[in-house]
């Protein structure tokens, strides 16, 4: 806003207080007040108001800027943008259709598990009114809430999941669809946990209580279920029940399981994968595996131009995922030296060797007009 000095012919001038504003490319104003009545001084006054100056003839001394003192800030934008894509994604309704505060605790901590990862005590505090850190808590009403608070909206969030995860999976996974699961862990310091044990820890936290929890989501990544086991849980042991919940619970008749070579073993695929009619399988081979097959492509074919197939392609496959140089240039010098020296799938599949044994995880191949072929 200022204020605006109009001739007026013959006339006074007119005093008018206008404000500016952009249509497109174009800038226009527009009149907001006739204050040509006013006295020059008050007329004055606001002029400077406007401008951030000092206002002669008064006791302000200072300029606008200067007027106000900065008590608190509270920062906004991040959160609005994560509140706001939070409830456009329908995610509040699908916690629970009615407001609480059980599930505005859960928003916050979703939310502040997106915006600044911590403790659920760190997280009461940056929602309590005397500690806040943004305007999460005042947004959710929460200004005066403890970590107990967050403890009870976890412990009333649990009988949802089995709900929350058949809409998730009604929405994203379909018939005939990917669908990507693995495992992870995290370590404890306490020891009240039921389903902590001692186990392989991927953290690196030797000597610490640990749960393992398995992730299932659709081939965009997205996740659709969770599972918590016991810490000492080897990772096969826990296909069976993805198997269980995808055919039961999502009511899925044909699905393609990824999952890796720990997890997707000969035994699993066995006995929890080959037997349930409509689910396929992908996982990755073990080296003497991928040696044996190359060696069985041999023969089939009558000899290869390039022995070393298995390893070459392999090569090809992290050059196009998008390897490092470095990695790049290692596998370009061993093919080169492998053209001068017998080849990898001859060194390790020779007769009476390492090849004399039959072949190990072959239900991976998941090609079972070969499986009698390739006990080399």
């Known amino acids: 806003m200022y204020v605006a000095t109009v001739p007026n012919r013959r006339s006074p001038p007119a005093i008018l207080l206008r404000e500016s504003y952009r249509e497109g490319t174009r800038v226009n104003s527009r009149t907001l007040a006739n204050i040509t009545s006013w006295p020059p001084g008050k007329i ?11 206002i002669p003839g008064t006791g302000w001394k200072t300029s606008l800027e200067d007027a106000f003192e900065i008590v608190r800030t509270r920062p906004h934008g991040h959160v609005a943008a994560v509140l706001g894509t939070l409830r456009q994604l329908g995610l509040e309704k699908l916690i629970a259709r009615a407001q609480s505060r059980e599930r505005d605790c859960v928003v916050a901590m979703i ?14 505090r940056s929602l309590d009114a005397s500690t806040l850190q943004s305007t999460l808590g005042e947004l959710l009403g929460l200004e005066w809430s403890d970590e107990d608070d967050l403890y009870q909206a976890m412990d009333w969030l649990l009988p949802r999941q089995p709900q929350i995860e058949d809409v998730l999976g009604k929405r994203h996974v379909s018939q005939g669809t990917l669908a990507l699961y693995d495992l992870t862990s995290t ?3 306490g020891r009240r946990c039921p389903l902590a044990r001692l186990g392989h820890s991927r953290d690196g936290k030797k000597g610490k209580l640990q ?20 810490g000492n849980t080897g990772d096969p042991m826990t296909v069976a029940s993805q198997v269980k919940k995808v055919r039961e619970r999502f009511g899925l008749e044909r ?13 699993r695929i066995r ?6 009619p409509g689910i ?7 080296a003497p595996t ?27 496959a992290r050059g196009a995922a998008g390897s490092d140089g470095a990695q790049a240039g290692e596998d370009r010098r061993r093919r080169q030296q492998g053209k001068a020296s017998p080849s990898w799938p001859d060194r390790h599949c020779a007769s009476g060797g390492q090849g004399a044994r039959p072949l190990q995880n072959a239900e991976a191949l998941h090609c079972p007009d070969w499986q009698g072929q390739l006990a080399l």
């Open 271 to 276: 006995e929890d994968l080959r037997p349930v």
């Open 255 to 267: 699905l393609v399981l990824i999952g890796d070579r720990g997890m997707i073993t000969s035994a």
């Open 211 to 230: 749960i393992v929890f398995g992730l299932l989501c659709d081939q965009e990544g997205r996740p659709v279920a969770v599972e918590v086991f016991e």
């Open 280 to 286: 396929d399988w992908i996982t990755a081979l073990r």
């Open 290 to 316: 991928i040696a044996r097959l190359a060696r069985f492509s041999g023969r089939a074919a009558g000899g290869l131009q390039e022995p070393a197939l298995g390893r070459g392609a392999q090569a090809q």
């Open 187 to 189: 370590y404890f310091e």
């Open 111 to 124: 939310c502040s598990r997106v915006l600044d990862p911590r403790s659920k005590l760190a997280t009461a």
């Open 44 to 54: 004055e006054a606001l002029r400077c108001l406007l401008r951030g100056e000092r």
